[in-house]
């Protein structure tokens, strides 16, 4: 199976900082990466697909990039709406792995 | 406006089976893979089963294997996740999402298994 590292677990930063997200694949997944947000009590949302698109919908603020079989999303200058748990997930094979998240909270 | 509609969940005893549905609405439901996702509460996301486009292939993870089935019909534009010998580690919001990615996604379903 492909396992996903995420980190940080949790972070917190001010408003209009820059932010980054890391999550490192086992093995080589391709661009098959995706990140997601959610927020308390509702349904995960597509933020980035294929590793650095960006989803239908979702501010520029918001970028994936690949180095390797490492990924990251960067939030520039982050807004008070961004707070919330981020999951990346690799799509290239069954099991589908998530990675355990990140908590982003304002400082 | 794509739309995915979960339901059947509730409270259920251990050992018992429970069947959930999703509803789809807005897409041409025989063109995607759909799956199930899911969520133990405080807990992060967790990737359940996969179901083919026609519905010829299917995945699961390994602690559902032999127990859940994923299924779907076409015609319904339906997803189905039949739930059998459920354990209280099964407890959890059951999201139906379409692949791949998992772009759209219901609002989820809690299944709590209980005695």
């Known amino acids: 199976d492909i396992q996903m590292t995420q980190s940080p677990a949790s972070l917190s930063a001010s408003l209009e900082e820059i932010v980054t997200i890391t999550c490192q694949a086992s093995q080589d997944i391709g661009n098959y990466l995706s990140w997601y947000q959610q927020k308390p009590g509702k349904s995960p949302q597509l933020l980035i697909h294929s590793a650095t698109s960006l989803a239908d919908g979702v501010p520029s603020r918001f970028s994936g990039s690949r180095s390797g079989t490492q990924y990251s999303l960067k939030i520039n200058r982050l807004q008070v709406e961004d707070t919330g748990i981020y999951y990346c997930l690799q799509h290239y094979s069954a099991p589908r792995t998530f990675g355990g998240g990140t908590k982003l909270e304002l400082k | 406006e794509v739309q995915l509609v979960e339901s059947g969940g509730g409270l259920v005893q251990p050992g018992r089976s429970m069947k959930l549905s999703c509803a789809a609405s807005g897409f041409t439901f025989s063109n995607y893979g759909m799956a199930w996702v899911r969520q133990a509460p405080t807990k992060g996301l967790e990737w359940v089963a996969t179901i083919s486009y026609d519905g010829s292939s299917t995945y699961y993870r390994d602690s559902v294997k032999g127990r859940f089935t994923i299924s779907r019909d076409n015609a319904k534009s339906t997803l189905y996740l039949q739930m059998n010998s459920l354990r209280s580690e099964d407890t959890a919001t059951y999201y139906c999402?379409?692949?791949?990615?998992?772009?759209?996604w219901g609002q989820g379903v809690m299944v709590t298994v209980s005695s």
């Open positions: 999402t379409r692949e791949s990615p998992f772009d759209y």
